[in-house]
């Protein structure tokens, strides 16, 4: 059994594992695992993975649909089980769960090349089938809104550093904060004026450059079988640019490596082998990659107690960020140099 931090255990907790909620289904249910922040369903259907859904109807609805329209010609992603009224979601005591069958198949394993080149040719398959997916009237269809956004995070970052600054008893966290939140604004500004620059609005009129994104491309929602990839938890799935994913995924992979910029050739070389990406998708992907996503999170994490974490490891955090920030700027130098064309 996998073991859970705390903020899992608290969540999982709100589940209702009545087994009457398993009656509305066509098979019976042996045992009950618990699964970072969902249950694994033992059956003698087959492992399922049942989830409580924490967000409306109507992007549930976007998730299925999109997955539908993906499907037809890419159908390694979650299949969805129904319930005996033939619904892909039941009700139960005022909350929303689904029911998902399990990849039999294993984690990527970000650290070896062959399994992460797996995973970057899955990407450009699963882009390439969602081509044409279009719902501009949902919240979910954010193409177009990066520079405003990255603005509004920008405008976040002031508003924290006037606020840490009003402190009377500034924490250790405040000071280090403080210390490097000017730089960090900058870098802000920097990504903002190359978007600008390298056309990312142009890049936005291409329908061709737009895809299903599924925004949360961790190592656990990655999953290797047979030498394919198969992808789970579309929960932030979003309709934007390509490379959106891509350097999301990329965010993933070189934050636990150092910046090693060897992975980032795998996932574009392999990328590639199953998807198009021109010089402007690569300038606009650089332009991505210098927004510093890292400091921002962990500001914001600890200025807006997002995340119930003890003063001693926001700090341990923030500090680690701040001293890999000389390896990321390497990191940026080597990308110009070894990906741009």
């Not at 969602?130 to 501009?136: C, L, M, N, P, V």
Request: net charge neutral.
């Amino acid at each position: 059994m996998l073991d859970l931090g705390y903020l899992d255990k608290n969540y999982l907790s709100k589940y209702d594992l009545d087994v009457r909620l398993f009656d509305k289904y066509n098979f019976k249910v042996y045992d009950v695992i618990p699964v970072r922040k969902a249950y694994m369903l033992i059956t003698k259907s087959g492992n399922k993975i049942l989830k409580k859904i924490d967000y409306t109807l109507e992007e549930f609805k976007f998730i299925v649909n999109a997955l539908e329209y993906v499907k037809r010609n890419f159908t390694r992603v979650i299949e969805f089980e129904k319930n005996l009224q033939g619904d892909i979601c039941t009700k139960w005591n005022g909350e929303l769960y689904c029911i998902m069958n399990m990849v039999d198949g294993k984690e990527c394993e970000f650290s070896n090349p062959v399994e992460l080149a797996i995973a970057a040719r899955g990407i450009g398959e699963l882009h390439k089938a969602s081509e044409g997916f279009r719902d501009k009237t949902s919240s979910k269809y954010v193409c177009g809104n990066l520079i405003t956004s990255l603005n509004r995070k920008k405008e976040e970052m002031m508003f924290f550093k006037n606020m840490a600054n009003l402190y009377e008893n500034k924490s250790e966290f405040d000071d280090i904060f403080l210390k490097n939140v000017n730089s960090y604004i900058n870098k802000i500004e920097d990504s903002i004026g190359l978007l600008n620059k390298n056309l990312y609005y142009k890049l936005c009129s291409e329908e061709d450059k737009i895809a299903l994104c599924h925004h949360d491309l961790a190592h656990h929602n990655v999953i290797i079988k047979e030498d394919n990839a198969y992808f789970i938890d579309f929960d932030f799935a979003v309709i934007d640019l390509k490379i959106h994913d891509i350097c999301n995924f990329i965010n993933k992979v070189i934050k636990s490596f150092s910046f090693d910029i060897d992975k980032v050739k795998i996932i574009i070389e392999n990328y590639r082998l199953s998807n198009t990406l021109n010089n402007n998708e690569i300038n606009i992907l650089y332009s991505m990659l210098t927004f510093p996503q890292d400091f921002y999170e962990i500001s914001k994490d600890y200025y807006t107690r997002r995340k119930e974490w003890d003063e001693r490891v926001f700090v341990s955090k923030l500090d680690r960020k701040i001293k890999l920030e000389d390896d990321r700027v390497d990191f940026l130098s080597d990308f110009n140099k070894k990906i741009k064309i």
